[in-house]
C-alpha cells in the first residue's frame, strides 16, 4: 500500500457527478497521460450506456453500469472507487465496495456519515485491507498521476500550484480546503508536492494520519512530510509515538489549526464534526507543543510554515537528498466549451455521436479497424455487417453465416409485395431511391420480414421451457399465427432448399443448435396438422441467429435481447431484400415497358431467355 496510487491507476466514480469526471479527466489530460483515470461510472438508477466527456480537445465515451458487479468484470484493472454516494446510501455503497477484492482504496465524499456507521466502515475495510479516505473529504491528489474527484480545484489553480509534475513533498491534512492552501505553499517554497491525502474532518475517518504518514516514510520518493492537524481528536500523538519508536525518521513539518479556541471562555464547535476537544489534550495549543517536543518541525503560527518548509527543504537540497530536476513546459489548458461560449469566443453546430465509424483520422475506420485492414484481413461483408452492427469482428463462420443470410433473402420473386412495390414505382418512371424506398416500405410481418416476430417468439417458448406442443397449442389459444411457420408454395414433401440450406449450415459450422433444433420439432408438430405449416426462411434465419449469437461468446444475454428488440434481424432481411429490389429496378429501366400492366395480371419470367 505504499504507492496507492500511480499514473496507470484506474478508478470507478460512484454516482451520476460528471463535473468531479471531466475534472479528474482534465488532470490526467495535463499530466500526459495515456489512459484516462476514470474507467466507468456506476450508478445505480441510470439507464444510460455511456456518459459523454471530453478528453483533452476531443469528446469520449466513458460506459455506465447500475451494478458494481457488472462494472468490476468489465474492468478488473480499477482498483480505486471514489464514492459521491450520499450520506443516506454511503454506508451501504461501500460495504457492497467492500466485498469486490480488486479495490484497494476507496474515497467517500460524503458528509453526515453516522459515526457508528463510519466506524463499522473502517472496521471492515481493514479486514479487508482496503484504504478508506474519508469519509468527509474532498480526496486527494498525486501530481503527475491522479487525482481524487475535485480534490485541488479549478484547472488554472492546479497548474499554478504545479500538481501536473510530481514534487518531494507529501502531506496529510485534515481539510479538504485547506489542503489546496498547502498545495500553493508547497509549490511556492519547494520543488511541489508528492501526493497530498485529505482525510476528512470527521471524528472517525477511515484512516489516519499516521496510516498515510507510515506510507511516506516507506516511500523513497516522498523527502518532506507536512502534517495539517487542527484541534479535536489525538491522532496527532500516534506520530509523537512513531517518531520517539525511532518508525518515522523523515523530517516533519506540522501543524493544528484552532489554537484560537483558547481565546474562548467556552468550548468551541469548528465547522468539522471532529473539530471540538474534549479535554486539554485535544487542543490544537498542547498538540503543536507535544508535537514539537517530539522533533517535529512546529512554526509559532501558520503563517510561518512556508518559512519553515523552505528552510529544511534548502538543507535537503544542499546534501543532495532532493535533486531538483529541469521544469517541464507548462501544460496547455483546453478551454470548456460551455464557458467559452458564455464569454462570446466561440461559436458550434449542433453534431450527433456515432460509435461505429470515424473518418477523421488518416484513413476511415470501422469500429476502429482501419479501412486498410478491413481489406488486409479479408473480412469480407459479412465482417463490415459485423464491424458496423455489432461494433466488434465476430468469428469467422458468423461472418459466413451473416453473409449467406444475405445471399438467401436477396429476393424471392418479382410477386412478393416488395419486388412488386419496385417494379411498379420504377415503371411509373421514378429513380432508383424513389422505387427502392417503395419496396422496403412494403416489408413488415404480413410481407416477408417476420424474422423479429419469428425470433421474439421462438425465445420466448423456449426460455419458458415449453414444449413444441404447448407452444403451437398457446398460440392457438391467444388465435396468433406463429411467425416463421407456414408457405403458400412449399410442403413437407416439397421443403424449400433455403432452409435446408441453413439446417445444414448450422450443424455442421455452430457450437450449439438449440433454437434451430427447437424450431424444427416445432415443424413436426405444425406439419401434423396441415402439410404446408413448414418452417420457412424467416423462422430459419431467426433461429438460427439467435443460435449464432449465443454460441460465438461475444454478446451478453443483455446484449442479445437489445439487438433483437431494436430490429437486427429484420435489418439483415432488409439489407438482402435491398440487393433484389435494386436488380427489379434495373430490369424495369432495361426492360422500358410501355404501357403498365399490373404484375398479377400477366407475371413472365423470362430469366435465362432471348428477349
Same mark, same amino acid.
Given at each position: 500500500?505504499?504507492?496507492?496510487?500511480?499514473?496507470?491507476?484506474?478508478?470507478?466514480?460512484?454516482?451520476?457527478?460528471?463535473?468531479?469526471?471531466?475534472?479528474?479527466?482534465?488532470?490526467?489530460?495535463?499530466?500526459?497521460?495515456?489512459?484516462?483515470?476514470?474507467?466507468?461510472?456506476?450508478?445505480?438508477?441510470?439507464?444510460?450506456?455511456?456518459?459523454?466527456?471530453?478528453?483533452?480537445?476531443?469528446?469520449?465515451?466513458?460506459?455506465?453500469?447500475?451494478?458494481?458487479?457488472?462494472?468490476?468484470?468489465?474492468?478488473?484493472?480499477?482498483?480505486?472507487?471514489?464514492?459521491?454516494?450520499?450520506?443516506?446510501?454511503?454506508?451501504?455503497?461501500?460495504?457492497?465496495?467492500? %466485498?469486490?477484492?480488486?479495490?484497494?482504496?476507496?474515497?467517500? @465524499?460524503?458528509?453526515?456519515?453516522?459515526?457508528?456507521?463510519?466506524?463499522?466502515?473502517?472496521?471492515?475495510?481493514?479486514?479487508?485491507?482496503?484504504? @478508506?479516505?474519508?469519509?468527509?473529504?474532498?480526496?486527494?491528489? *498525486?501530481?503527475?498521476?491522479?487525482?481524487?474527484?475535485?480534490?485541488?480545484?479549478?484547472?488554472?489553480?492546479?497548474?499554478?500550484?504545479?500538481?501536473?509534475?510530481?514534487?518531494?513533498?507529501?502531506?496529510?491534512?485534515?481539510?479538504?480546503?485547506?489542503?489546496?492552501? $498547502?498545495?500553493?505553499? =508547497?509549490?511556492?517554497?519547494?520543488?511541489?508536492?508528492?501526493?497530498?491525502?485529505?482525510?476528512?474532518?470527521?471524528?472517525?475517518?477511515?484512516?489516519?494520519?499516521?496510516?498515510?504518514? $507510515?506510507?511516506?516514510?516507506?516511500?523513497?520518493?516522498?523527502?518532506?512530510?507536512?502534517?495539517?492537524?487542527?484541534?479535536?481528536?489525538?491522532?496527532?500523538?500516534?506520530?509523537?509515538e512513531a517518531i520517539k519508536a525511532g518508525t518515522i525518521t523523515k523530517p516533519i513539518v506540522a501543524w493544528c489549526i484552532g489554537?484560537?479556541?483558547?481565546?474562548?471562555?467556552?468550548?468551541?464547535?469548528?465547522?468539522?464534526?471532529?473539530?471540538?476537544?474534549?479535554?486539554?489534550?485535544?487542543?490544537?495549543?498542547?498538540?503543536?507543543?507535544?508535537?514539537?517536543?517530539?522533533?517535529?518541525?512546529?512554526?509559532?503560527?501558520?503563517?510561518?510554515?512556508?518559512?519553515?518548509?523552505?528552510?529544511?527543504?534548502? *538543507?535537503?537540497?544542499?546534501?543532495?537528498?532532493?535533486?531538483?530536476?529541469?521544469?517541464?513546459?507548462?501544460?496547455?489548458?483546453?478551454?470548456?466549451?460551455?464557458?467559452?461560449?458564455?464569454?462570446?469566443?466561440?461559436?458550434?453546430?449542433?453534431?450527433?455521436?456515432?460509435?461505429?465509424?470515424?473518418?477523421?483520422?488518416?484513413?476511415?475506420?470501422?469500429?476502429?479497424?482501419?479501412?486498410?485492414?478491413?481489406?488486409?484481413?479479408?473480412?469480407?461483408?459479412?465482417?463490415?455487417?459485423?464491424?458496423?452492427?455489432?461494433?466488434?469482428?465476430?468469428?469467422?463462420?458468423?461472418?459466413?453465416?451473416? %453473409?449467406?443470410?444475405?445471399?438467401?433473402?436477396?429476393?424471392?420473386?418479382?410477386?412478393?409485395? +416488395?419486388?412488386?412495390?419496385?417494379?411498379?414505382?420504377?415503371?411509373? /418512371?421514378?429513380?432508383? @431511391?424513389?422505387?427502392?424506398?417503395?419496396?422496403?416500405?412494403?416489408?413488415?410481418?404480413?410481407? +416477408?420480414?417476420?424474422?423479429?416476430?419469428?425470433?421474439?417468439?421462438?425465445?420466448?417458448?423456449?426460455?419458458?421451457?415449453?414444449?413444441?406442443? &404447448?407452444?403451437?397449442?398457446?398460440?392457438?389459444?391467444?388465435?396468433?399465427? =406463429?411467425?416463421?411457420?407456414?408457405?403458400?408454395?412449399?410442403?413437407?414433401?416439397?421443403?424449400?432448399?433455403?432452409? %435446408?440450406?441453413?439446417?445444414?449450415?448450422?450443424?455442421?459450422?455452430?457450437? &450449439?443448435?438449440?433454437?434451430?433444433?427447437?424450431?424444427?420439432?416445432?415443424?413436426?408438430?405444425?406439419?401434423?396438422?396441415?402439410?404446408?405449416?413448414?418452417?420457412?426462411?424467416?423462422?430459419?434465419?431467426?433461429?438460427?441467429? @439467435?443460435?449464432?449469437?449465443?454460441?460465438?461468446?461475444?454478446?451478453?444475454?443483455?446484449?442479445?435481447?437489445?439487438?433483437?428488440?431494436? /430490429?437486427?434481424?429484420?435489418?439483415?432481411?432488409?439489407?438482402?431484400?435491398?440487393?433484389?429490389?435494386?436488380?427489379?429496378?434495373?430490369?424495369?429501366?432495361? $426492360?422500358?415497358?410501355?404501357?403498365?400492366?399490373?404484375?398479377?395480371?400477366?407475371?413472365?419470367?423470362?430469366?435465362? %431467355?432471348?428477349?
Amino acid at each position: 500500500m505504499t504507492e496507492l496510487f500511480h499514473r496507470k491507476t484506474r478508478a470507478f466514480v460512484y454516482g451520476m457527478q460528471m463535473r468531479a469526471c471531466q475534472s479528474m479527466l482534465d488532470f490526467d489530460n495535463l499530466c500526459g497521460r495515456e489512459t484516462p483515470s476514470v474507467a466507468g461510472i456506476i450508478y445505480p438508477f441510470g439507464s444510460a450506456k455511456s456518459a459523454k466527456l471530453y478528453w483533452g480537445t476531443t469528446e469520449t465515451l466513458i460506459p455506465q453500469y447500475q451494478e458494481v458487479s457488472k462494472a468490476v468484470e468489465a474492468h478488473p484493472e480499477v482498483d480505486v472507487v471514489v464514492n459521491f454516494a450520499s450520506s443516506r446510501s454511503a454506508y451501504s455503497s461501500t460495504m457492497e465496495l467492500l %466485498e469486490f477484492p480488486q479495490f484497494r482504496a476507496i474515497a467517500i @465524499i460524503a458528509e453526515g456519515v453516522p459515526e457508528r456507521r463510519a466506524r463499522e466502515i473502517m472496521l471492515k475495510a481493514k479486514e479487508k485491507n482496503v484504504v @478508506i479516505i474519508g469519509p468527509a473529504t474532498v480526496g486527494g491528489i *498525486k501530481p503527475g498521476c491522479f487525482k481524487i474527484g475535485n480534490t485541488g480545484g479549478m484547472m488554472d489553480n492546479i497548474v499554478a500550484s504545479k500538481l501536473y509534475r510530481p514534487g518531494s513533498v507529501a502531506y496529510v491534512s485534515k481539510s479538504g480546503g485547506m489542503s489546496n492552501e $498547502l498545495n500553493n505553499i =508547497i509549490a511556492q517554497t519547494t520543488n511541489g508536492v508528492y501526493e497530498g491525502v485529505a482525510i476528512g474532518g470527521d471524528r472517525y475517518p477511515g484512516t489516519t494520519f499516521i496510516d498515510h504518514i $507510515l506510507r511516506y516514510q516507506a516511500d523513497p520518493k516522498a523527502k518532506i512530510i507536512v502534517l495539517l492537524g487542527e484541534v479535536g481528536g489525538v491522532e496527532e500523538y500516534r506520530v509523537i509515538e512513531a517518531i520517539k519508536a525511532g518508525t518515522i525518521t523523515k523530517p516533519i513539518v506540522a501543524w493544528c489549526i484552532g489554537t484560537v479556541a483558547g481565546k474562548f471562555k467556552t468550548e468551541v464547535q469548528f465547522g468539522h464534526a471532529g473539530s471540538m476537544a474534549n479535554s486539554q489534550l485535544e487542543t490544537a495549543a498542547s498538540k503543536n507543543k507535544a508535537m514539537a517536543d517530539a522533533g517535529i518541525l512546529v512554526p509559532k503560527t501558520f503563517e510561518e510554515i512556508p518559512e519553515v518548509l523552505s528552510e529544511i527543504y534548502q *538543507k535537503l537540497l544542499k546534501s543532495g537528498e532532493i535533486v531538483e530536476t529541469a521544469e517541464p513546459e507548462i501544460p496547455k489548458i483546453p478551454l470548456d466549451y460551455n464557458w467559452a461560449r458564455q464569454l462570446g469566443l466561440v461559436r458550434k453546430p449542433a453534431n450527433f455521436v456515432s460509435t461505429i465509424s470515424d473518418d477523421r483520422g488518416s484513413e476511415l475506420s470501422y469500429a476502429g479497424m482501419p479501412i486498410s485492414e478491413v481489406f488486409q484481413q479479408d473480412i469480407g461483408i459479412g465482417g463490415v455487417v459485423s464491424l458496423l452492427w455489432f461494433r466488434r469482428l465476430l468469428p469467422k463462420y458468423c461472418l459466413e453465416f451473416l %453473409e449467406m443470410v444475405i445471399m438467401l433473402t436477396a429476393d424471392h420473386g418479382p410477386a412478393v409485395s +416488395g419486388a412488386m412495390n419496385t417494379i411498379i414505382t420504377t415503371r411509373a /418512371g421514378k429513380d432508383l @431511391i424513389s422505387s427502392l424506398v417503395s419496396g422496403l416500405l412494403t416489408i413488415g410481418p404480413r410481407f +416477408g420480414g417476420a424474422l423479429d416476430d419469428s425470433a421474439r417468439e421462438f425465445s420466448n417458448a423456449f426460455s419458458k421451457g415449453w414444449s413444441p406442443r &404447448e407452444f403451437v397449442d398457446t398460440m392457438r389459444k391467444q388465435n396468433k399465427l =406463429i411467425p416463421g411457420i407456414g408457405h403458400k408454395v412449399k410442403s413437407r414433401n416439397n421443403p424449400d432448399l433455403r432452409v %435446408e440450406i441453413v439446417k445444414e449450415f448450422v450443424k455442421k459450422n455452430f457450437p &450449439e443448435s438449440k433454437m434451430i433444433n427447437y424450431a424444427i420439432t416445432v415443424e413436426d408438430v405444425t406439419t401434423s396438422k396441415k402439410d404446408n405449416l413448414i418452417l420457412n426462411v424467416d423462422g430459419a434465419v431467426s433461429c438460427a441467429f @439467435i443460435d449464432m449469437m449465443h454460441s460465438c461468446g461475444a454478446f451478453s444475454d443483455e446484449e442479445i435481447k437489445e439487438y433483437l428488440a431494436n /430490429g437486427v434481424l429484420n435489418g439483415l432481411f432488409t439489407l438482402g431484400r435491398t440487393i433484389g429490389f435494386i436488380g427489379h429496378h434495373l430490369d424495369q429501366k432495361r $426492360l422500358k415497358s410501355g404501357l403498365y400492366r399490373h404484375p398479377w395480371d400477366d407475371i413472365t419470367y423470362l430469366v435465362g %431467355e432471348k428477349l
